[in-house]
């Protein structure tokens, strides 16, 4: 039994309060954004492909990895460690497995790339895995896991991240958020899209907090003491930036509520997408802004459906289960039943319609970063 | 920097109060155990794979995983629906996957061809991905994961389950506790090791509390209506056995600390266990005294680390890892910095020198279970 939210206009993130923010059409914000990475040094197929990522970001309601992240990347490519113009290189192959070096270049045309690889080997060998090295923030890792799901496949992503989370049963910033991603093809849209940080929440709804001016639940955040730390969001957040306080793994605090499952998740996803690979890890995970290449790794994995049975039959079993789902008892304190990444896709539904909201603030940043690197385009930020 | 925790007579899960438990021998224990087994119609070999994987979950601490799971398994051969004797075939095998038929039999055999199938894959093709349906429960999955990393490669294994845990914003049971385990390999034991419910908390953790009359935590256990149901142990394991509550997934009641998260783990284990195997998936999967064949499904994938780098380079980078986490500030309230799979090490070695605690009703359960089916054996339960 689900309620009568109004799919037709929903967004998972909206603009509050309206006035702070302009509509953007999202071919407009996507056009000049790849005019902005150009503008900065790089291949229009690689600015085409981070603008992209970017833009989807946005449109699926997630803004902490949308085009608010231009300034960080571009910042990263003029002071030093992002190299705009990588030549990735393929270091292993053989089966169904492979190795790319992403020579220091962003993440989002190597994780397009390296997905790619991933869908022709599980085409031919049924599974695969492509590992990344030398890598930089990749931006949302269900963007790879839909790549697979378009061709008819099961996709599955992870990265690591520069360090924010405490691991169970210590009290400084270790782990990166290393979110896991997994994409399951289904006969109609909206495609079941599981993307979760191993964190208990993501970084960035402690920004949005912030600037809401709520208060950080208790159980979100660890103080180097040892203590929770909760309340307003803008201390608990300049706290964690400047490394005094961490966040907590996905299950909180010690081990009654899973606190070692969050944090031996994010550990596994590293040690599969950062020691495995050859990047960093850990501690050691850069940002795009910092003073040395970040090498960020990431880890594209896809599974062939048709190797275990057909299209059809699958289908048909993904859509009894979803149906099952949705016919659950409702919480009453629920809004609606939603399957992984439904919020996502009608959040862009709604905005593939009425634009994007952009931050007055963050449009104008935009605007900024084309004027400092010499891009003539502006958009209208009133 | 780690407490001063004797690991020399460490257990995870202490016998408490001691005098309601035996100390036994674990080879006397696999011993008496496999001959159940046989006595019950399984194969010799088949036996020895369950009293194997059964005794290890109970030198690992994980009890609710061990021969008090004897009758259970035995009275389904007996009475219904789990196959003695099963044909395993295997309904398709093609580069780097593989899909087997457990044909109604336990899952420990057919679990550990699959994971074979899958290591062999896997060092031929970096990668592998083998499924079974028509399982049933198979034990702790962490036992399969150990099988790859024996051989130096990751392992993983998850499985689905019956029905306990409630998806995100609904109420009643209809995901199983669905574990993941992920086994790496490290130069020298012990092997990291995690293995966890995608639940808050393991049943077994409630039944423990339950027999030491200790209270259910809020957080752990939803009612239909959908106020949280915490106190007595007994009480609430009650209410989850009767169907009127559920355990909630990690991450916990509603999406504030991730539930949908915990939950959406669990049905993704249980598409790709469940719905792409073939077998049963959530509300249909059945248990090992039901009035049908169970239909359980599993997963098995290994990662030929040898595919990516050197085992010795992969050695030096995981020790590396290991050491930082390890010198992290420690929490003061936690005893010790765990790598998964530590606690379970430390108490299997332990229990190898002093014997498995085994609770004297235990205990005369399986001496009943002998003198039912015929097996002339007995241990002592005093």
Redesign the interface.
Known sequence: MTSNLDLELYEREPPIPPGEYVRVGSDVLKGFTRKLFTGAGLSSEDAEVVAEVLVTADLMGISSHGVQRVRRYIDGVLKCCVNPRPRVRLL?D????A?LDADGGLGHPVGVKAMEVAIEKAK??????V?VRNSQHYGIAGYYALKAVWKGL?GVSVTNSEKLVA??????R?LGTNP?A?G?PRPRPPP?L?D???A??PVGKIELYAKLGKAV?E??V?G???SLLSGDAAEVLGEIKNGRAAILP?????E???G???S??A??V???AG????AA???HVGYTTGEKPANVGHAF?A???E???SMEE?HS??EK?VE??KS???????????L?GEKAWYTMQTRLKVGIPLHKNVCKELNQVASDIGVEDRINCE
């Open positions: 292993r053989g089966g169904a497995v190795l031919t060998f049924g599974v695969s895995l590992l099961i691991y169970v049963n210590t009290t400084s270790v896991i997994i399951v079941i599981f979760a940080a191993t208990v929440v639940r159980g979100w660890l180097r003491d040892g996905l299950g909180g605090l010690g009654e509520f899973g070692h499952k969050g031996g998740l550990f596994m590293d040690v599969i020691v495995l690979s050859g890890w850990g501690m994995a599974i062939n459906v190797s275990f049975m699958f079993r993904v289960y099952e789902i659950l008892p409702k919480h009453p304190r629920a809004d609606r039943i939603w992984p």
